[in-house]
């Protein structure tokens, strides 16, 4: 079965400085990964997905994740995090490394943006 | 881009009532439905997954009588919360997949409170 981990249940930065927020998972296949953010009380918003084209994944918002599949692991980073960055992130994985499976969560990492 | 309307965004119902949650998915096909229920500060939980005109599968622990799950057409699938009872309240959401790359699509949620 599919297992998703992110390190880290908090993670504060100040304005202006790297976002990172990492996740590990575990698939027996290749895995499609999702990263997507959550802001209070409402859905999920994809940020980016890997689908086993290119490893360093753009999206939105200046978010970006790279695939390693040596350290089985989809890191999101930001270069320059805003105050609109504040909210909840959630790496997930599809089970059976295929699109329409079901998703795998990890537990989330809630980003607080210091001024 | 792929939209899925949830409704309603919140509710309050009585304990021992019926509650009637919608997802339609706005400008694409869902041939998948997923439904997720979120406890506070917590991630997302599958309980169930449907495929239009079949039944719903559900996860294990959730009860099926409870949680009735239809998905009769491509972009309606609806989540009645039978007999609700105050344990039941939570965040409700929806997500839809559709086969043609709009990937997995989540609705804004649905805030339930038992009473």
């Given amino acids: 079965a599919q297992s998703v981990t992110q390190l880290g249940s908090h993670v504060s930065v100040s304005e202006g400085a790297l976002v990172l927020l990492r996740c590990n998972y575990s ?24 689908t086993s084209a290119a490893t360093l994944v753009k999206g939105i918002n200046g978010f970006e994740a790279e695939f390693k599949k040596s350290e089985t692991s989809f890191h999101l980073t930001k270069p320059s995090a805003h105050m609109s960055d504040a909210a909840e992130y959630f790496c997930a994985v599809s089970e059976g490394g295929a699109a329409g499976n079901k998703l ?5 990492t809630r980003v607080l943006v210091k001024p | 881009g792929a939209v899925v309307s949830q409704h309603p965004s919140w509710v ?15 400008d694409f096909q869902a041939t998948t439905m997923f439904w997720y229920r979120q406890f506070p500060k917590q991630s997302l939980m599958l309980m169930a997954t449907s495929n239009e005109g079949s039944k719903a599968t559900y ?3 959730v009860e099926k009588d409870k949680f009735l799950i239809n998905h009769a057409s491509l972009t ?21 997949h559709d086969r043609y790359g709009y990937g997995y699509t989540f609705g804004s949620g649905t805030r339930l409170t038992v009473v």
Wanted: some cysteine.
């Fill in chain 1, 27 to 50: 698939s027996s296949v290749p895995p499609y990964l999702f990263w997507y953010v959550q802001y209070p009380n409402q859905g999920l918003q994809l940020l980016l997905k890997y």
């Fill in chain 1, 104 to 108: 795998t969560f990890g537990g989330g």
């Fill in chain 2, 12 to 26: 309050i119902c009585k304990s021992g009532t019926s509650v009637k949650i919608e997802c339609r998915s706005l």
């Fill in chain 2, 76 to 96: 309606l699938s609806t989540l009645t919360v039978t007999s609700a009872h105050p344990e039941d309240s939570s965040f409700y959401i929806c997500s839809a």
């Fill in chain 2, 59 to 61: 996860e294990q622990g």
